[in-house]
Structure formats: structure tokens, C-alpha cells
């Protein structure tokens, strides 16, 4: 066992977790081709044994057209490492759903948060999880119902805590109003560094929030490993997203280069540059990189000792602050739902 991994706060809760979590999406979808039953229990156990504790899925992180996947890996790995459930705080989401011709839409309906809520639950193989999202915002029904049904599900025991992901400003406000968020997901890197300057890390540090930073080495482009969108096999969604196309990729190589640099300078990686300086932001702010490699979660865990001064902070604050990524997040028509 490693030395224990630096701790944030989760929210206003009173309770610490490790400040580098694990975005578990990877292995079941939208990479490439799902990971062996056998890959994933070799990566939970390396996290396990890093103290990597702070484990995020979501329903709809499976094959097109369904449900559970990942869950049921996780589920799966639980099972066959008993004892290691009450180790892990594991936090799961809802909203998106499947129409018969396979169309995506949202939906925060009552309904469907209970009835996506306990397949969670049985993919999962749990009678409660530590946390549990909205997704996306819906518009097919007010937010103030959907968070309603949320709260009908911490009152029941069945989450110990409840989030919302990609919200705005106004819909925290809403959803504050009437339950406490927990948690706010959000993509937070030095590509999309919004979130500290368009009020919402005011807005959490104000209400005892926690930040749950999603995508906080820009889907793997920020480590400096990918040169060209070739390096991605079939099935991996960046093949397709906007920031890894044509000129936009060579100009987001800039950014890598630069991290690069003050990465040499620290004697330590590009990822751990990246999430040190996510990190850097504030003692309520976690990150939850996703990988499908042993190796790479250690190097990431790797970032939570990673100690930046002001000076180094100031620094990498410039480098991003001067940098504006090609490319929007994601393409025309695609849901956001991860």
C-alpha cells in the first residue's frame, strides 16, 4: 500500500476523499473496444492499492443502445474482491435514454430516475451509492422535479449524496433551492479552464460544493502521448471530436508543448502537471481521469504529491490564460454525455 493520497473536501459533507479519483467510462465505451473483465479488476486493484478511491461511472457508459456496462464491471470487480465496496466511494448518473430507432434524448423525469437509479443499483450490485447525478439538464421537465425525485432518493437512504453535471449558473440556483448539491461535475483542464472564471467555482465554494473535474487531461490529449488522430482506433469517439481534427489538433499541440516544458522544468509528467494545477484551485476540487492502463493510473495518482508553488501556479495560469483551444468540445448534433 502507497502512502495515503493527498484528501479534499467533499463539500460541506465533513468527510475527505482522495483529491485524484477514477472516471471509469473508459473501459466499458466510447475509447475504442471495451476492456476484459480481466484488464478491469487489474486496474480497480491498482487504484485500491494507490488509495484511488473516489470511483465515477454513469449508466449510460456502455455499448450504444444500452445500459450498464461499466456498472456491471465495477459490480463484477466488488464481487470478486470482497471487502473492497466499503473502500470506495463510487458515484453513478442518470438522465440520458434510448428511443426504439436509437436516438439520445434527456430525460429528468421522476420515472425515469427511479427506474434508472435501480438498474444502477442492480448492475452495480449495491443497495446504495455514495453519489448520484443528473447527467445533463433536461428540458423536458422543470429541474425543480427532477431534483425533487433525487432528493426522494437520498430521504430513502438509497444515495448518501446528490449531484448535477454540466448545469449552469441559473439551474444550480434552481436545484439549490431544493436539495443540496453535493457535487457539480464539470470539465475542467487547462483546455477548458471556464470554470474558474465564469462564477460557477464561486458558486460552490459560496454553497460547500464540491467540483468534480471530468476530462481534466483533455481526453488524453493534454498528456502528450497523441500526435496525430490516427493514433486512435476505431471506435474511440476523439477520432471524431472536433479538438483532435486537422489544423485544430496541430494548434492544441501548442498547449501540450508548453505544459511540456514547465513538466521538464518539475521533473515530473505532463498529465501531473495537468492535474496538479487543476488540483491547485482549491481543497474542494477533485479530478477523475479515466484510463484503461494499471501504469497510467499510477502515474496519475503520481499528481496528487506534486506540490506547485505560487510561482509554478502563476506560471502554468499564463500559459493557459494566453491559450484558447481550437475546436469546440464537441461536435454539431453529438450529446454531451460524457
Not at 496541430?250 to 522544468?265: G, H, S
Not at 518539475?266 to 481521469?289: E, H, M, R, Y
Not at 503520481?302 to 468540445?329: P, Q
Request: net charge negative; with cysteine; hydrophobic share 40%.
Amino acid at each position: 500500500m502507497t502512502a495515503a493520497l493527498k484528501k479534499h473536501n467533499f463539500g460541506k459533507s465533513g468527510e475527505q476523499w482522495p483529491a485524484v479519483g477514477f472516471g471509469a467510462m473508459g473501459l466499458a465505451a466510447f475509447y475504442g473496444k471495451p476492456s476484459t473483465q480481466e484488464n478491469v479488476d487489474k486496474v480497480l486493484s491498482t487504484a485500491l492499492e494507490q488509495g484511488c478511491t473516489f470511483w465515477d461511472t454513469a449508466n449510460v457508459y456502455s455499448k450504444l443502445g444500452s445500459f450498464g456496462d461499466n456498472e456491471r464491471q465495477i459490480g463484477s470487480f466488488f464481487r470478486s474482491h470482497p471487502g473492497s465496496r466499503e473502500k470506495v466511494f463510487i458515484a453513478t448518473k442518470f438522465a440520458i435514454r434510448y428511443a426504439a430507432d436509437g436516438s439520445r434524448s434527456i430525460d429528468g423525469s421522476r420515472e425515469w430516475c427511479h427506474e434508472a437509479f435501480e438498474g444502477s443499483l442492480k448492475a452495480l450490485g449495491l443497495d446504495q451509492v455514495d453519489l448520484f447525478y443528473i447527467h445533463r439538464p433536461a428540458a423536458n421537465v422543470g429541474i425543480e422535479g427532477t431534483m425533487q425525485a433525487l432528493k426522494e432518493l437520498k430521504d430513502a437512504g438509497k444515495t448518501r449524496f446528490i449531484g448535477v453535471s454540466e448545469f449552469n449558473l441559473e439551474q444550480l440556483e434552481r436545484a439549490e433551492k431544493i436539495v443540496h448539491i453535493d457535487a457539480f461535475q464539470i470539465e475542467l483542464s487547462p483546455w477548458t479552464p471556464e470554470v474558474l472564471s465564469n462564477g460557477m467555482l464561486e458558486w460552490c465554494n459560496k454553497n460547500g460544493t464540491a467540483i468534480i473535474a471530468y476530462s481534466p487531461l483533455g481526453r488524453g490529449f493534454l498528456t502528450g502521448r497523441y500526435k496525430s488522430v490516427d493514433d486512435f482506433e476505431e471506435g474511440d469517439f476523439r477520432k471524431h471530436n472536433p479538438r483532435f481534427q486537422g489544423e485544430n489538433f496541430k494548434k492544441n499541440l501548442e498547449l501540450v508543448a508548453d505544459i511540456q516544458k514547465i513538466a521538464d522544468k518539475k521533473g515530473v509528467t505532463p498529465s501531473q502537471i495537468a492535474l496538479a494545477w487543476v488540483l491547485s484551485k482549491g481543497d474542494n476540487v477533485f479530478v477523475i481521469p479515466g484510463t484503461t492502463s494499471a501504469e497510467r493510473l499510477v502515474e496519475n495518482v503520481g499528481a496528487a504529491k506534486v506540490e506547485l508553488s505560487s510561482e509554478e501556479v502563476a506560471e502554468i495560469d499564463g500559459v493557459i490564460n494566453s491559450f484558447k483551444a481550437a475546436g469546440s468540445r464537441y461536435a454539431a448534433g453529438m450529446p454531451s454525455a460524457f
